[in-house]
């Protein structure tokens, strides 16, 4: 059987790089050129196109060294050869962990598919199964598709997918069009899923928007409800059992019709079953959309966290029914700086006024949440996360809380679902359960939900990271009144606010973090028990955070920096704490996914900011380097990924925790990646230099690349510090190579390796390869010269 297809190749072809929507729309690939001009003759079968008669081997070193090519490609056959033959544990995703031959044998476009030329390696064959879905996007039955679009520098490719993919597969609207997609909350494991929406008080004219769409699209089942003008703890239990999105902010226009109308203000959620506005991943979140030159959203991001104070009274842990009495780590004043320096320049004015109202929001919070009771300690005057909510969080797994409910379910001799009832209800009374979820609900405010750091004493901790970004918002409103608003700024009753009483409440703030949380002993910051009244003992990463904000000395960052840093730095990046502080794991105490072994995007972040502050910057570019070759090696050998956290002393993704991960369950294509993640990317690539961004996208292992200035560091230390390290990689070895079982490969980088200099990327064939666990997998395409 023959059947023809026609190609046209296109006097003018679009960047072999371009975005999805416009590679696969244009030139080549645009409708009709695959039938204007060139024909040929495909067999159906096992001659040609589907080769399944030839026996298919591992890579080995034949790799075709000619220049870049087009293939042809019948995408939905191309699509089910690939999945039949290389996705051998079912995922529809090609990894490291596939048995296949990883080579698959396809025409080239100037041959009219006649000429077959053989795609090999995990990274090119996921890159063209990736590929083939989003041409399938388009509605394309046949593409011609740039070999460049497959063996494209890791990092150039993932940096593009988050620019021109994921932020918008991330973006949300809370109106008409996109209340659907909203209101879809995959956390919500009550009985009633009906999609529902509620209004703020004195929000009159978007309710009635909201009654009048409900009634015009009866398919959506939309509830709309008003919240009260009080909303209590005790309203917010009452609501648990009829979960809905929270609204936000709106902007006036008009319809078709001419009829007045409102629009969403976009926002960008985190992803995977986080379908919502989170507090503090839209801070990091907005750092990568301005990277990215995506101003118009971050400033979006920011209206939105103004609606939320003006009428949730606080920044949410996200907008959600079941979040109104929760808040999260505040960023709003940095947040709002950093977009007010984008913006445009020719609209001074208009900008000030629009940074005026981010700020008085933020000084409402300032004072209503965080210097408030029972957030604010009045003994130490240092601020606590404190949430004043009642009953069992909702939005956990349905068994997450049984092993504390089951002892009280016994006591009371009924099942765990009938206490849990019970105790909601309030027909029974226990304070110490009470007690347990007021610091469960404190640890989930913080951000760092969970870890052994918080274990039933979160809502007692005067805390490093809080306490060092309420000294930035002190800072940042004086600067901004001194230097910005030129003197002139009122609250939200009226009160001028003078530049001279916030830098005062910086300097008494940071003479309490000094009292109560510095150790110069140990050279870090540590959280303080205001109930016990003494220092934690947990060693955590976010102590950085004081050098973020500024409110650190040079000594004090000098001697973190020196004495402490080790305790953090792993392979990978920086872990969140050290596994002595975690303690020992067992069955009966499983891990925390905020402890030892797992890095997380904001933590790595907010350090590298912190270095870079204090004249660091080879520390931070380090540091960065760490974390992006966490990111990018996970994204070559696993089709795209790119997951919520890491274990980044075994360099794995695939964690075993108690949320497990989220953004890595997918089919042939990552869509969002994950929030904050794809911004620490894009912020982490702005400081690489040009040697180690070209290290990143042959993925160099990191102790490699800096082994000179490790070695340097380690001399300057004692054998223990060095012995951590070693154990840290020998750790990470393991992992890598499944415990000794698979042998892996790694760059030699010598003195012509490009490190420095100014080779390029070739094939693979060109490095050689050791029994040894760093860097490159043999599956990839990637090797330095």
Not at 271 to 285: H, K, L, T
Request: charged fraction near 25%; glycine fraction near 6%.
């Amino acid at each position: 059987m023959q059947s023809t297809i026609h190609v046209t190749p296109t006097d003018h072809d679009v960047d072999a790089h371009a975005p999805a929507s416009t590679y696969y729309t244009t030139g080549s690939n645009s409708s009709g050129a695959l039938n204007r001009l060139k024909s040929y003759t495909r067999r159906t079968g096992t001659e040609t196109f589907s080769a399944h008669s030839i026996p298919r081997r591992r890579r080995a070193s034949h790799d075709d060294k000619n220049k870049a090519r087009k293939f042809l490609i019948d995408v939905q056959e191309t699509q089910r050869i690939i999945l039949e033959q290389e996705d051998t544990d079912g995922d529809f995703q090609i990894t490291i962990n596939d048995l296949g031959p990883k080579t698959l044998t396809v025409g080239t476009a100037d041959s009219g598919g006649y000429k077959k030329i053989e795609i090999r390696g995990t990274y090119m064959l996921s890159n063209l199964l990736q590929e083939l879905a989003l041409a399938n996007d388009y509605g394309r039955k046949h593409i011609v598709l740039d070999e460049a679009r497959l063996n494209e520098n890791p990092v150039d490719r993932l940096s593009r997918m988050i620019r021109h993919h994921f932020w918008d597969g991330l973006t949300r609207r809370i109106d008409a069009d996109g209340l659907e997609i909203i209101c879809a909350d995959p956390k919500n494991r009550s009985a009633d899923h009906n999609p529902r929406i509620y209004i703020p008080y004195s929000e009159t004219e978007v309710y009635e928007y909201y009654k009048e769409m409900a009634e015009a699209r009866k398919h959506l089942n939309l509830e709309v409800e008003l919240l009260p003008q009080e909303i209590t703890p005790q309203y917010v239990k009452s609501i648990n059992d009829r979960p809905g999105i929270l609204a936000l902010a709106m902007k006036k226009t008009q319809d078709a019709n001419g009829k007045a109308s409102f629009v969403g203000v976009p926002f960008v959620v985190p992803g995977g079953r986080f379908n919502e506005m989170y507090g503090w991943d839209s801070y990091f979140e907005t750092l990568g959309l301005l990277v990215d030159g995506r101003v118009d959203l971050a400033q979006s991001m920011v209206e939105n966290f103004v609606y939320q104070i003006l009428h949730y009274g606080k920044i949410l842990n996200a907008n959600r029914s079941y979040y109104l009495t929760r808040s999260q780590p505040p960023f709003l004043t940095d947040m709002a700086l950093k977009v007010y320096e984008r913006l445009r320049t020719d609209r001074e004015e208009e900008n000030k006024e629009w940074l005026r109202e981010a700020f008085k929001a933020a000084i409402k919070e300032y004072h209503t949440v965080w210097m408030a009771e029972p957030r604010l300690d009045k003994k130490t005057m240092l601020s606590r996360f404190y949430p004043t909510g009642l009953g069992i969080p909702p939005e956990t797994e349905a068994s997450h809380f049984d092993h504390i409910i089951e002892p009280y379910a016994k006591q009371y001799n009924v099942t765990i679902p009938e206490f849990n009832d019970l105790y909601n209800s309030g027909k029974v009374k226990e304070p110490k359960l009470d007690d347990y979820f007021l610091h469960d609900r404190a640890v989930r405010e913080s951000g760092h939900d969970t870890t052994y750091r918080y274990e039933k004493r979160c809502a007692h901790l005067a805390t490093i990271d809080l306490n060092a970004l309420l000294y930035k918002y002190e800072m940042d409103i004086g600067e901004a009144i001194q230097d910005i608003f030129e003197g002139d700024l009122e609250d939200y009753e009226g009160i001028p606010q003078n530049a001279e009483v916030w830098f005062e409440r910086a300097r008494v703030r940071k003479e309490r973090i000094d009292k109560y949380l510095w150790n110069e002993e140990k050279s870090l910051y540590f959280d303080y028990d205001t109930v016990k009244e003494e220092q934690s003992i947990y060693d955590t990463v976010t102590a950085f955070w004081a050098m973020w904000a500024g409110c650190a000395s040079q000594e004090q960052a000098e001697k973190m920096t020196k004495n402490s840093l080790i305790k953090f730095e792993v392979i990978g990046g920086l872990v969140s704490g050290t596994e002595v502080s975690r303690g020992v794991i067992s069955l009966d105490r499983p891990n925390r996914q905020w402890d030892f072994p797992f890095g997380w995007a904001p933590h790595q972040i907010m350090a590298w900011r912190g270095f870079e502050k204090y004249g660091m910057l080879d520390i931070a570019r380090r540091l960065a380097y760490r974390w992006l070759f966490t990111i990018t090696k996970s994204f070559v050998d696993f089709n795209g990924v790119v997951p919520e956290k890491f274990d980044v002393v075994s360099l794995t993704h695939k964690v075993e925790v108690e949320y497990g991960n989220v953004g890595v369950d997918f089919k042939f294509v990552p869509r969002e990646g994950f929030g904050w993640m794809n911004a620490s990317y894009q912020v982490g690539l702005s400081y690489l230099n040009t040697q180690m961004r070209r290290a990143l996208g042959t993925c160099t292992n990191p102790d490699l690349l800096f082994e000179r200035s490790l070695a340097r560091e380690n001399a300057l230390k004692t054998a223990g510090a060095s012995l951590h390290r070693r154990k840290s990689s020998e750790a990470a070895a393991i992992a890598i190579t499944q415990n000794g079982s698979i042998n892996a490969a790694i760059t030699r980088v010598a003195a012509d390796s490009g490190i420095g200099g100014g080779s390029g990327l070739v094939p693979s064939d060109n490095y050689e390869t050791v029994s040894s666990p760093m860097t490159l997998h043999p599956d990839s395409h990637y090797a330095l010269k």
